[in-house]
């Protein structure tokens, strides 16, 4: 990328977001939820994650930010984690998949990985390993991928302590000083299938790869259209209109890619809501509509849910997608896709 360049502009046409070919048909759905938990008691739930017949989510409640649910009743099992600077403290937690139902949990600005067994006893033991100060994502024992926003490639593949990197970002970032910023994107890894997909929502920007013999390959790249950008002369990236975002909220499950996003088609209403919580009143304007990708990426399925939504996860061995949403108050939901 050369430092002289003042203006760039890119418009691409290979892909609408919701576009399928002329044979396929893309069914319209309105469903009712399964409610699991209603009343969270929270002012901001953090990520939801799908363990086996477990529910994992976290808030920023400093005596116990992370909530073990049972997935069918939502029973609650399990409170623990603390907030703070300690030993065994979290500053910045980030929770992820991790084999004989257990969670990892890693610190975005600690080095400090736990892994946590999801039972009553909530029995915790330190994850001795040499890189940290990033989230984690557990690919297998002793195998892990982490964000690498500084690097060339966004992903680093970790296995036995061995470093090897993969992807690719939109755009070169090497002379992009605002990088931290503009590459931030989001992940989602199905632990059954192998399938790792990756979206920069400002980008409009969409990956997918798939765990095979001990490597990451890429499967394919979606460049969504519309996007504009510029380069100035301090090399800063700035986007000026996103008319495409890639999916903020995205989940695998066994055989569907799974977004949150507003149905143009159909006028979404605003949630009712009487509480004077705030944040319960911006989350009430959330989408409400579940749209559903076969792994090619081909559009199957809108479903209507009535609800706002604005957590997404999925097992991965079933088509059962759950969600964080507003009715009445924040609650945990699930919506079966076949």
């Known amino acids: 990328m050369k430092k002289n360049i003042i203006l760039a502009y890119l418009s691409i046409t290979l892909l609408s977001y919701t576009s399928c070919s002329k044979n396929d048909e893309v069914e319209r759905l309105t469903t009712e939820p399964t409610m699991v938990k209603t009343e969270l008691m929270t002012s901001m739930p953090g990520e939801l994650l799908v363990v086996e017949d477990r529910l994992v989510w976290f808030d920023l ?15 609650n099992i399990l409170e623990t984690g603390m907030l703070g600077g300690g030993p065994e403290d979290f500053t910045a937690p980030f929770i992820s998949w991790y084999p004989n139902k257990r969670v990892l949990i890693s610190d975005c600005f600690a080095e400090r990985a736990m892994v946590l067994f999801l039972e009553k006893t ?6 001795d390993i040499p890189f940290s100060k990033k989230s984690l994502q557990c690919v297998g024992e002793n195998q892990y991928i982490q964000s690498n926003i500084d690097g060339s490639h966004p992903f680093i593949y970790w296995n036995n302590n061995t470093k090897n990197t993969f992807g690719k970002y939109p755009l070169e970032n090497e002379e992009i000083s605002n990088a931290n910023e503009v590459f931030q994107g989001i992940h989602s890894y199905n632990p059954y299938n192998g399938y790792l997909i990756q979206s920069f929502p400002e ?15 890429e499967v394919w790249t979606k460049e969504l259209p519309g996007l504009e950008y510029q380069i100035n002369r301090d090399r800063i990236l700035r986007i000026n209109e996103v008319r495409n975002p890639a999916p903020s909220a995205i989940a695998l499950t066994k ?21 004077n919580n705030r944040f319960l009143r911006n989350f009430s304007k959330s989408p409400q509509t579940l749209f559903v990708y076969d792994y090619n990426f081909q559009l199957k399925r809108i479903i209507h849910t009535r609800i706002p939504m604005f957590r ?12 964080i949403g507003v009715k009445d108050e924040f609650c945990i939901a699930k919506c079966r896709l076949d």
Do not use: C, P, W
């Open 312 to 323: 997404l996860a999925a097992k991965g061995n079933d088509n059962v997608v759950y969600f």
């Open 255 to 275: 055989d569907y890619i799974v977004t949150i996003d507003r149905d143009k088609q159909t006028k979404e209403t605003t949630a009712e809501s009487h509480s």
């Open 61 to 75: 409640n400093a005596d116990s930010f992370l909530h073990v649910e049972n997935a069918t009743t939502g029973e």
């Open 203 to 217: 980008l409009s920007h969409i990956a997918l790869y798939q765990f095979v013999e001990g490597k990451f390959r």
């Open 122 to 127: 909530g029995k915790m033991s330190h994850l």
